[in-house]
């Protein structure tokens, strides 16, 4: 197959979770949920990041946005913001208690709210509510969880301000990013608000490894674009490489086989790829 003519929307990369790095084609950069290194000691969650990657190898954070405020989508934040002096875009509900635990300069916060859009340099972010997977527990099992950590309640927080988002580049390519639950995002992402490519967070928790690629591959079909990336699979890449790679190749198996031209990619974490759009020849 030739390429007539190829145009690049954006590069970008998987890190570890939903943490995403960026690169616009005007320079500006933006990372998702940072969480891609952790220190001896810091327990399950330390195995899960990608061997050997630390904050010297990310490139830029221009901005940093967080679905939600859990460990695994914050970890690293501190260590980013005081590096590239980011703009920490988040749902205003989270503001004072990231502040509180967090050294980021007061207007280096960017709070924003649910259905709305924003205009950055060189993207535009609609932000969409969003829901956790179900956890059980209250506020009062959280904060003991997490006993003595500074970070407990913005931790025990994380399972209710949870916010998606559809960037549009200058060029106009839409990548939609979801954590998490659904919670009307087919819905909300049809007709002229569809999005060319979206990211997305598998249908449960790691620990349900039932019906996974079917219940993934239905949810893609009703969604029905062009590319899926999952995300936030690290446990089943640590743990189960096989099985993770199995869900990809059932995935697009069940799309092709139900006529769907959307395709899975299975992104390798921390390998840059450029998203364009080409013309082939037929
Ligand atoms: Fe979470």
């Known amino acids: 197959m030739s390429c007539l003519v190829n145009s690049t929307a954006l590069k970008f990369r998987w890190i570890n979770g939903q943490c995403f790095e960026f690169k616009l084609n005007n320079g500006v950069t933006l990372l998702t949920d940072p969480w891609f290194h952790m220190e001896e000691g810091d327990g399950m969650l330390k195995e899960m990041c990608p061997p050997g990657f630390t904050l010297d190898d990310i490139e830029g954070a221009d901005y940093v946005f967080l679905n939600h405020t859990h460990g695994d989508h914050t ?8 590096k590239f002096h980011s703009t920490v875009i988040t749902h205003s509900g989270n503001v004072l208690e990231l502040m509180k635990v967090n050294n980021i300069p007061v207007t280096d916060m960017y709070p924003v709210d649910y259905e709305g859009t924003y205009y950055f340099d060189g993207f535009i972010l609609e ?13 009062e099992k959280g904060l003991a969880r997490h006993a003595g950590d500074p970070k407990a309640l913005a931790n025990a927080m994380g399972g209710t301000f949870n916010m998606n988002f559809v960037l549009t580049t200058a060029q106009g390519m839409r990548i939609a990013f979801i954590g998490g639950n659904d919670d009307g995002m087919i819905e909300r992402l049809q007709g002229t608000n569809k999005p060319n490519i979206i990211i997305r967070n598998k249908m449960a928790s ?14 893609f079909m009703a969604a029905d674009t062009q590319i899926l990336v999952p995300m936030h699979y690290e446990t089943w890449l640590t743990k189960d490489p096989e099985f993770a790679a199995k869900m990809i190749t059932d995935m697009n198996r069940i ?19 450029t998203l364009d759009l080409a013309i082939n020849e037929a």
């Open 255 to 273: 799309m092709e086989e139900n006529g769907k031209v959307g395709r899975v990619a299975p992104m390798v974490r921390g390998k840059w790829y």
């Open 75 to 82: 970890a690293n934040l501190e260590e980013v913001v005081e």
């Open 206 to 219: 790691s620990k349900v490894k039932e019906g996974v690629a079917e219940n993934f591959a239905a949810w």
């Open 127 to 139: 932000t969409h509510h969003a829901t956790h997977h179900r956890q059980p527990g209250n506020l």
